[in-house]
């Protein structure tokens, strides 16, 4: 197949049109781009992911390009105003500069840090990991995927020795006979997908939801299970206990293809369903339904994603759907598995190439003596130069301007003012620092507070690839050239590290760092080095692990084996625990927090587009009817949303669709209306990801 590119540059010289994909979310719709007049118009293109469907975030998606809020030319923060000034190029990237040496100089290497984002293409993450280890020689990078995949990519790796969200393509979902969704909301989030799943429904087959609220996918469900936030762990076991006791469980699969299965078989043992009823709320009957659909139907497939990986026990509890579905031999078998739904744009190829704290390129492990010295080779440079692991998003935000933290921050393509949890406190950690610097598009919330803006290239005006939800590795594509004024996050990175001195060298064309790329994933996990820019124009794209240019690609994944030292998946007994903070007589609801059809992530962007806003306007407040009653709240009044760490203000929206013990509030909006003022900084021990989806929360009518 052929995605049907046209040059993104025409004979001439001037660009018309072009083939690429949506600037959002992790499917990656197809898109063509067209230019006419200067104006770039958005048209649906047929991609395997979204088969010509677009959200309306996809639709809206140009209108940013001319927005007038957009960027198009460096701040500084005034000394005698204390305001942002309009500055040239050369004055701003001298202050990052002058400002990085003089606090390493003072404080040493680490003392700077470097906040990425999992909308960066796999050439800028790759190029920023490679700047903070041997431009900077800090041990601090990392980058907001954090807060999206992380506790899923942990578990990925810990049970198959691999990390890929979905380990098949996209349209193994119509295949499946049962398909369990976990936490997943994909008719608000990326609502193409659902596509997939109308094909599977038509064909007869079932749709189980698990979600606290009844949102548009669980309304589409054959059966909505709807538990107790922060009890899917729990709910996982009984359904494995179940599993066990009623014969489901395919024992040539897991005698051949798994290990550690006994010590699960005897921590399920416990989770007898009438309990686990008693502390989820779902009914013994839809936990035997649901055994039953996945274990019987012929081919099942269970997906997590973030409603149940943010969660300070978020690793263990897709580690319990893992487990699950070993259980139930699914994985490696066609139109079955499991599979995580990443969540950011590229939050998949985002991880892969060395903006996290503990990886180098091709997901290599940064404490490797072997990588180190592979990733050292290709760069230039001793392997013992290159820094140690440094810490998760959270862990490095909270220890901003500290006695022993960075002192200096540069954030690529992130808005932590509005997306880290516990906000109000990491704001609070920026304004400590003595010098942020902040490359965007717009002035976001954290760009207000920021030392230095430098302002970015857009989506349509720069090429790169980006690595979809099945691991797919795609083509973005120009169709204009930045307006004057504004540069590349490649551009802004070669010139610091060439301000800094580094040895090696920086590139700005996106297809030359790619090829370093390749080279420096070469032999890792996410190996890039048989994926080509020619190659992915051929074939529309391509699956990683890609080794070698002139063989196959790897949609699928473990149909033989899996990639661990002995080729077996491996089992991981886990236990339900409470949430990091339980309701009590002073906060007696729970708040989770989640998306809506029309904003994307921290908003910086979806909140200009005016369509967009006129869609979701504002910030709310879901809370059953009877919950409202019984606070005296109507439907549209403000009411106050309080935790232990802060509080948000917004209109109360009433809706039957979710628990009377729960409310719900969107997290895309700053200000008195910002969900994560309330959110819990309590993370996951192993993956680092914070837990946003549940904490104890009092709520009140706001006074006028
Ligand atoms: S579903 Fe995601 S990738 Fe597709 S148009 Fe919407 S935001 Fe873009």
């Known amino acids: 197949m052929t995605d049907g590119a046209r040059p993104a540059t025409a004979p001439g010289g001037s660009p018309r049109e072009a083939a690429t994909h949506c600037p959002y979310c992790a499917l990656q719709c197809g898109m063509t781009l067209r230019e006419t007049g200067g104006r770039v118009e958005v048209l649906p293109r047929d991609f395997p992911t979204n088969r010509g469907g677009l959200c309306q975030k996809g639709w809206t998606a140009a209108e940013l390009l001319d927005h007038p809020d957009r960027l198009t030319t460096p701040l500084v923060r005034d000394a005698g105003t204390g305001q942002l000034r309009p500055a040239s190029w050369a004055e701003a990237m001298e202050r990052v500069a002058g400002g990085v040496r003089a606090v390493q100089d003072r404080h040493g290497r680490d003392a700077v840090a470097v906040f990425g984002g999992g909308g960066l293409t796999n050439e800028k993450a790759y190029a920023l990991g490679k700047f903070a280890r041997v431009a900077l020689r800090t041990r601090h990078v990392d980058y907001n995927g954090r807060w999206c995949m992380s506790s899923a990519a942990a578990a990925g790796n810990r049970a198959f020795g691999v990390d890929r969200g979905l380990p098949f393509p996209l349209a193994d979902l119509g295949r499946a006979r049962t398909l369990l969704m976990v936490g997943a909301n994909p008719a608000e989030t990326m609502p193409p997908l659902m596509r997939h799943v109308a094909d599977q429904q038509a064909a007869g087959g079932t749709l189980i939801v698990v979600d606290p609220r009844a949102t548009a996918t669980a309304r589409q469900a054959d059966l909505h299970l709807q538990p107790?936030?922060?009890?899917?762990?729990?709910?996982?076991?009984?359904?494995?206990?179940?599993?066990?006791?009623?014969?489901?469980v395919d024992r040539a699969y897991v005698a051949e293809r798994t290990t550690g299965f006994d010590e699960v078989r005897r921590t399920v043992a416990g989770y007898w369903p009438a309990e686990v009823e008693r502390l989820t709320g779902v009914p013994v009957a839809d936990l035997e339904a649901t055994a039953r659909a996945l274990a019987t139907a012929g081919g099942a497939i269970i997906l997590t994603a973030r409603g149940a990986e943010q969660h300070a026990k978020g690793v263990d509890t897709v580690t319990a759907f893992i487990n699950l579905a070993l259980a139930l031999g699914l994985p490696g078998r066609p139109g079955s598995g499991y599979g995580c739904l990443t969540g950011q744009g590229n939050g998949q190829g985002g991880r892969e190439h060395g903006q996290k704290a503990d990886q180098l390129p091709g997901y290599r492990s940064i404490t490797d003596p072997a990588a180190r010295a592979h990733v050292a080779g290709v760069w230039g440079v001793s392997a013992d130069e290159l820094p140690g692991p440094g810490v998760p998003a959270y862990q490095l935000l909270d220890s901003l301007g500290t006695p022993a933290g960075p002192k200096a921050l540069l954030v690529f393509?992130?808005?932590?003012?509005?997306?880290?949890?516990?906000?109000?406190?990491?704001?609070?950690?920026?304004?400590?620092?003595?010098?942020?610097?902040?490359?965007?598009?717009?002035?976001?919330?954290?760009?207000?507070?920021?030392?230095?803006?430098l302002p970015t290239a857009q989506w349509a005006e720069e090429d790169g690839t980006m690595t979809n939800l099945e691991g797919r590795v795609l083509r973005r594509r120009a169709v204009r050239t930045p307006p004057p004024g504004v540069r590349t996050d490649l551009a802004i990175i070669a010139d610091l590290a060439d301000r800094l001195g580094a040895k090696a060298g920086f590139g700005?064309?996106?297809?030359?760092?790619?090829g370093e790329l390749r080279r420096a994933s070469a032999g890792g996990v996410a190996d890039y080095a048989g994926v080509s820019y020619d190659r992915i124009d051929a074939t529309g794209g391509v699956f990683w692990p890609c080794p070698d240019p002139a063989a196959p690609d790897t949609p699928r994944l473990f149909a033989d084996a899996f990639p661990t030292p002995d080729g077996r998946a491996r089992f991981r007994a886990v236990d339900h625990r409470p949430a990091a903070e339980e309701v009590c007589a002073e906060y007696p609801l729970r708040l989770t927090t989640g998306r809506v059809l029309a904003q994307y992530q921290s908003g910086a962007q979806t909140r200009r587009v005016p369509a967009l806003r006129r869609a979701a306007p504002r910030a709310f407040v879901e809370l059953h009817p009877d919950l409202a009653a019984r606070l005296g709240v109507g439907d549209g009044e403000d009411v106050r949303v309080t935790s232990r760490r802060g509080e948000l203000r917004a209109p109360a929206r009433l809706t039957p669709t979710i628990r009377p013990d729960t409310v719900f509030a969107p997290f895309h909006w700053g200000g008195a209306a910002r969900a994560n003022s309330v959110t819990n900084d309590a993370v996951d021990p192993v993956s680092g990801m914070p837990e946003f989806k549940i904490c104890a929360v009092r709520v009140e009518r706001a006074q006028p």
């Not at 107790?228 to 006791?245: E, F, K, M, R, S």
């Not at 808005?415 to 002035?443: H, I, M």
């Not at 700005?508 to 790619?514: I, M, N, S, T």
């Open 228 to 248: 107790v936030p922060g009890t899917d762990l729990a709910l996982a076991n009984a359904l494995l206990h179940i599993a066990l006791t009623e014969g489901y």
């Open 413 to 453: 393509g992130s808005n932590p003012v509005v997306s880290a949890p516990r906000a109000t406190r990491v704001e609070g950690r920026l304004r400590d620092l003595d010098l942020l610097v902040v490359a965007d598009l717009v002035r976001s919330e954290t760009a207000e507070l920021a030392d230095v803006v």
């Open 508 to 514: 700005d064309d996106p297809a030359e760092v790619f």
